[in-house]
T-cell receptor, first 117, second 115 residues
Framework: DTGVSQDPRHKITKRGQNVTFRCDPI?????LYWYRQTLGQGPEFLTY????????KSRLLSDRFSAERPKGSFSTLEIQRTEQGDSAMYLC???????????????FGPGTRLLVL | AQTVTQSQPEMSVQEAETVTLSCTYD???????LFWYKQPPSRQMILVIR??????QNATENRFSVNFQKAAKSFSLKISDSQLGDAAMYFC????????????FGKGTSLLVTP
């Protein structure tokens, strides 16, 4: 399978603990996105990477959240001092930069479901 | 910021029938993209169909088609010959062509397909 993969698929943690999620994009994709999806809502944008550069961050990304994409391949999303309000599905998506005649499409991974107790 | 509204939390359709899901959006931009994504239960989100705002012709992908009304800022999805496998959450999404890289999603419509 050459789609977007995420690890772990599920994570249960206690309030105050740190958690880290990993996303492996489709191999030739240079763009990578993180979204958060809470129950009954659509995904909300968190941050965007083009290669290794983090080019956009949402206001949702508080200082307890940090994302990296060190070599322009996989990405990690870390949440420090987790709170119950962080419980959500964290989705990763990847895409290629649009070129002439080719439009960008974001392909989503299966997500990591986080439960903070 | 652009907002996307899906006013139908749930819809139901019988197998082989046609159903239309509604989506409206608010923007001051002229260049943008619109998408419908499908999220089956416990499965990942997949793209159903996309529409470029500069194109007047409505996009079609097999049994899926859209009715894009730019002036009304409306982007509905029509599913023809509904199948049991079409049951899922459907999300409408907006992407600016000029500012930002994010998809802005609506809250979704849950589609139930009955035999």
């Amino acid at each position: 399978d050459t789609g977007v993969s995420q690890d772990p698929r599920h994570k249960i943690t206690k309030r105050g603990q740190n958690v880290t999620f990993r996303c492996d994009p489709i191999s030739e994709h240079n763009r990578l996105y993180w979204y958060r999806q809470t129950l009954g809502q659509g995904p909300e944008f968190l941050t965007y990477f083009q290669n290794e550069a983090q080019l956009e961050k949402s206001r949702l990304l508080s200082d307890r959240f940090s994302a990296e994409r060190p070599k322009g391949s996989f990405s990690t999303l870390e949440i420090q001092r987790t709170e119950q309000g962080d419980s959500a599905m964290y989705l990763c998506a990847s895409s290629s930069s649009p070129t002439s005649g080719f439009q960008e499409t974001q392909y989503f991974g299966p997500g990591t479901r986080l439960l903070v107790l | 910021a652009q907002t996307v509204t899906q006013s139908q939390p749930e819809m139901s359709v019988q197998e082989a029938e046609t159903v239309t899901l509604s989506c409206t959006y608010d923007t001051s931009e002229s260049d943008y993209y619109l998408f419908w994504y499908k999220q089956p239960p416990s499965r990942q989100m997949i793209l159903v169909i996309r529409q470029e705002a500069y194109k007047q012709q409505n996009a079609t992908e097999n049994r899926f088609s859209v009715n894009f009304q730019k002036a009304a800022k409306s982007f509905s999805l029509k599913i023809s010959d509904s199948q049991l496998g079409d049951a899922a959450m459907y999300f409408c999404a907006y992407k600016s062509d000029n500012s930002g890289y994010a998809l802005n999603f609506g809250k979704g419509t849950s589609l139930l397909v009955t035999p």
